[in-house]
């Protein structure tokens, strides 16, 4: 039996989107190419709320992570992190021998503009990474607030985001909060298949990034971006062309449903959820203001079984996720991303108190 997907990624796909991954293939340098790639940044720019190029890579969202971390780094980057999606990029950055330190917050704590002032303050940094939605926590980081600092104060430094879980789900404006390198995976929010990802790319990113010696091949977002400009949108290497087609289809069926209307849906499943934790568990994000909209991580308060529920979820067709890492057992997380309704939702949240009964 099909489990529906209420893990934070991948999650279900609408099947007329998941029909269009079967359409029949085209040459990736003909001029029909292009105009799909150009279609589908095209309408990325609108979701990503920027002017910005938009960069769509064959491979997940760590890609881009990666890459851009290491093609935008000259002097040193701040990495924070709030879970284990941060401390992954401080790890690409090691891994790539990029100059980087990395500042977490206490469990469950958000990224502050705070603790940015503070850690640029050094002048040691010329490039900051945050996780805007912290997938492993469940944690959304107040990124307009760091960006409105970053203008105000440091306006020569790189900000880059990761918005893997959240884009497409949530409010997030790119252009508004200055950001340079925002990064999203389709498997999420988009409700897309997983295994390819985007991100948009500012020219002074792109410009700083040429001044980078070793950016790599694969990943090399300057690369990227003139192959884009050169070739009208076409890439180095053979994308996924099956993803394309349903992005774009995908796509047009996000902006029809509008992006206010999108992100309010996301609010009333994510309120579901909340209002069920708090009343039979209680939320691992403390302070409201920094709760996810496209996923609820819950702490588990009275002791369940999370393996053994899920098990019988899984029995009755739906799938959780139990908490990332250390939390495996201590917390669990429900997502509410994507096409999904606040009836969905709520049929799944049924299914847990019957099983458990709550
Ligand atoms: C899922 C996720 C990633 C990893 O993305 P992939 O597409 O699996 O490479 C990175 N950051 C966050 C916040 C995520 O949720």
Aim: hydrophobic residues 35%; proline residues 3%; neutral net charge.
């Amino acid at each position: 039996m099909h489990k529906k997907l209420f893990i934070p990624g991948p999650i279900d796909v609408r099947e007329d989107v998941l029909q269009k991954m079967a359409t029949p293939q085209i040459g990736h340098r003909t001029k029909e190419a292009s105009a799909l790639q150009r279609s589908v940044s095209e309408k990325l720019m609108k979701v990503f709320q920027t002017k910005n190029q938009i960069i769509l890579s064959t491979s997940s969202g760590s890609g881009l992570m990666e890459g851009a971390i290491r093609s935008c780094t000259r002097k040193r980057a701040a990495v924070f992190s709030v879970g284990a999606f941060g401390d992954r990029w401080f790890k690409m950055a090691k891994a790539n021998g990029v100059p980087a330190d990395k500042i977490s917050s206490v469990p469950g704590k958000p990224t502050t503009p705070e603790m940015v002032d503070e850690a640029l303050a050094t002048g040691k940094y010329d490039v900051i990474t945050v996780t805007q939605n912290e997938t492993s926590a469940g944690i959304m980081n107040p990124c307009g607030e760091i960006g409105e600092l970053l203008k105000k104060k440091y306006p020569d430094v790189l900000y880059l985001i990761d918005t893997v879980s959240s884009m497409g789900g949530t409010d997030i404006r790119v252009d508004e909060w200055g950001v340079d390198v925002c990064i999203t995976s389709t498997q999420k929010c988009l409700g897309l298949p997983a295994g390819m990802s985007a991100c948009s790319i500012s020219e002074r990113a792109v410009e700083a990034a040429r001044q980078v010696e070793n950016r790599g091949m694969y990943f090399d977002l300057v690369e990227l971006y003139d192959f884009i400009q050169k070739k009208d949108h076409q890439y180095p290497s053979t994308p996924s062309l099956s993803h394309m087609f349903a992005m774009d289809y995908q796509l047009d069926k996000i902006l029809a449903e509008g992006l206010e209307k999108r992100f309010a849906r996301h609010i009333e499943m994510a309120e579901y959820v909340r209002a069920w934790a708090r009343k039979n568990f209680a939320l691992f994000v403390e302070d409201e203001k920094y709760l996810s909209n496209t996923l609820t991580t819950v702490t588990n308060t009275i002791g369940i079984d999370v393996g053994g529920l899920n098990k019988k979820l899984g029995e009755r067709g739906f799938m959780i996720s139990n908490g990332y890492g250390d939390l495996k057992d201590k917390t669990f997380r429900i997502s509410h991303m994507g096409d999904y309704t606040l009836g969905e939702v709520k049929e799944l949240i049924k299914n847990i108190n019957e099983i458990l009964g709550l």
